[in-house]
């Protein structure tokens, strides 16, 4: 009666361990696509309450997944862990602006010629960003309402023409503000968070 008893004991046992090890998965190693659209079509959002100052929430790969990472014609700068406007002071020091040369992945700060944040000079004139004023417009299509401010896509200093987004008072969702361009706005843009930190799939 003790050798069944002990027997029956033994193989219970057996079973148990058996379906515990049984539902142990280990993660293998897979190659992902960390630039893979996401399949259900969402776009970027503006959430302020959510994500920091010139940041959109950009969606994930998982319907559930979203992250912070900076709008369109903003860098990341690891050192305050923030987004900051391109060609902006940010966070360099006063007559310095925000920079991302074409050749790095970190912006650095370097010397503003015209000492006056939002200011940029071209042919030996500062010319204000935005500005739409046509003594002090640089770009040829003022008519159009093309200003003076950074390209979203190159991340260079360029005629861009202004947003007319509007804001009415009866929208349920925050608008976002016209520099942080969120009609172009993609996950892994240079100058974004992810890139910075070399969670981007290589342009192929």
């Keep these: 009666m003790f050798q069944l008893r002990l027997f029956m004991f033994c193989a219970l046992f057996i079973v148990i361990i058996g379906l515990g090890i049984a539902q142990v998965a280990f993660v293998e190693e897979a190659d992902i696509d960390k630039k893979k659209i996401n399949l259900e079509g969402r776009k970027p959002l503006y959430v302020p309450a959510?994500?920091?100052r010139y940041q959109l929430l950009y969606p994930g790969d998982q319907p559930n997944d979203w992250i912070c990472d900076c709008a369109p014609a903003a860098l990341y700068?690891?050192?305050?862990?923030?987004?900051y406007p391109a060609y902006r002071q940010g966070p360099c020091k006063a007559g310095e602006m925000l920079v991302l040369y074409k050749e790095k992945v970190i912006p650095e700060?370097?010397?503003n010629p015209c000492l006056q944040d939002g200011h940029f000079m071209i042919r030996d004139k500062c010319f204000q960003f935005g500005n739409n004023n046509s003594s002090n417009n640089p770009c040829p299509l003022k008519e159009y309402t093309y200003v003076l401010g950074?390209?979203?896509?190159?991340?260079?200093?360029?005629?861009v023409q202004l947003s007319m987004q509007l804001e009415t008072r009866i929208s349920v969702q925050d608008v976002a503000p016209p520099d942080y361009h969120i009609e172009l706005?993609?996950?892994?843009l240079?100058?974004?968070r992810l890139s910075a930190q070399g969670r981007c799939a290589p342009a192929a």
């Design 109 to 111: 700060c370097v010397n």
């Design 190 to 192: 240079r100058g974004s």
């Design 50 to 52: 959510r994500c920091a």
């Design 150 to 159: 950074v390209n979203p896509k190159t991340l260079m200093v360029d005629c």
């Design 185 to 188: 706005a993609e996950k892994c």
């Design 77 to 83: 700068y690891p050192e305050t862990d923030a987004c």
